[in-house]
């Protein structure tokens, strides 16, 4: 078995050996891992950077087929693409992008039919796509308002509603899967930490909580599991104010009691076990990945 290596491994350097503002390149799987999700077609939303190409790419490493769904430029989801696949590893999934705008109904009908074409089926939804608008309140913009809610909750809802109705149609596949479908919800730590000057995100994800669990009651009777991944701090454009240099960075671990920022393979090999039948019996959950941020840090000298 070979390890890929046009990409770093970070073995040599630990993650919290990196340089504040350096946006490290995804670390590829190794070709090692075991294809726990072999014949299965995930679909992973806002693909093309950041925590969702993290994710691509290891449930392809874990054997399964991905739809890379992005909004962006074209090339960064082909290089997604390219990165998830090219080293040809017999195990290893196909990926395919799709564009599409999640909080767009229209388009996120397109972007299912898209995924059952061309891989016959639909088994996992990551619902990852998402962005920030942040003002204080008394300017936040209806615009601002509407535009984080529209893709970080109701982008969600459109995504959750088609997973489920194919989860539904097919049922279970014996032999691939205990379960009928697997939904994984990118949430947030500020599903539960209030967030000043960011009411819009807060509130959005606030609104993933209840909207998976309620989802994970309503349809666990089909056998179909329905989770949230809250990050804490994880290293990606979203949040490059917050470590792009070396103050930020160190006003940043004042948030984070294990003292080092989140990488997107952090949330990544969650992600993987999690879609996987190693966590059958979890459903409805909120698993945070953050170094402690959700442990009032401001307590860590006994308050
Ligand atoms: P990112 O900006 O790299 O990724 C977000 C992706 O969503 C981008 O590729 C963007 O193009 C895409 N997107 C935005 N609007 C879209 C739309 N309408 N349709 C389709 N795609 C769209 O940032 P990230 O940190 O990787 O964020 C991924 C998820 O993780 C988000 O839901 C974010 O809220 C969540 N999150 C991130 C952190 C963090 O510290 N980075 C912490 C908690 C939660």
């Known amino acids: 078995m070979t390890t890929m290596t046009r990409f770093p491994v970070m073995s040599s350097r630990t993650i919290s050996e990196l340089m504040p503002g350096e946006l490290p390149e995804v670390v590829m799987p190794s070709c090692e891992s075991r294809p726990i999700l072999r014949g299965q077609t995930a679909v992973v939303t806002g693909a093309s950077s950041g925590i969702g190409r993290g994710i691509a ?51 996120v009908s397109a972007l299912f039919r898209r995924a059952i074409e061309a891989f016959g089926t639909v088994d996992i939804l990551v619902n990852n796509a998402g962005l920030q608008q942040d003002a204080p309140l008394e300017s936040m913009t ?89 990050p804490g701090a994880i290293r990606t454009p979203i949040n490059r104010g917050a470590w792009e240099t070396a103050e930020a960075y160190q006003d940043l671990m004042r948030l984070i009691p294990y003292k080092r920022i989140g990488e997107p393979e952090d949330i990544a090999r969650l992600a993987v076990w999690l879609c996987s039948d190693e966590a059958d019996y979890i459903t409805g959950a909120s698993l945070f990945v953050d170094g402690g941020m959700t442990l009032y840090p401001g307590f860590e000298a006994g308050g």
């Open 57 to 107: 790419a290891s449930l392809c490493a874990a054997g399964a087929n991905v739809v890379v769904n992005y909004i962006g430029s074209d090339s960064a989801a082909d290089e997604v693409v390219h990165e998830a696949t090219h080293c040809g590893c017999a195990h290893r999934g196909r990926a395919i992008s799709v564009k599409g705008d999640v909080s767009d109904e229209e388009q």
């Open 142 to 230: 209806l615009a601002q308002w509407r535009k984080v809610i529209d893709v970080n909750l109701t982008g969600q809802f459109l995504c959750a509603r088609e997973a489920v109705r194919e989860f539904k149609r097919r049922g279970v596949r014996a032999g691939v899967s205990c379960s009928a479908g697997k939904i994984v919800c990118v949430s947030s730590v500020h599903e539960v930490i209030p967030w000043a000057g960011h009411v819009n995100y807060a509130a959005s994800k606030g609104g993933v909580m209840l909207m998976m669990k309620s989802i994970a009651q309503e349809v666990a009777p089909w056998r179909i599991r329905v989770n949230s991944i809250c």
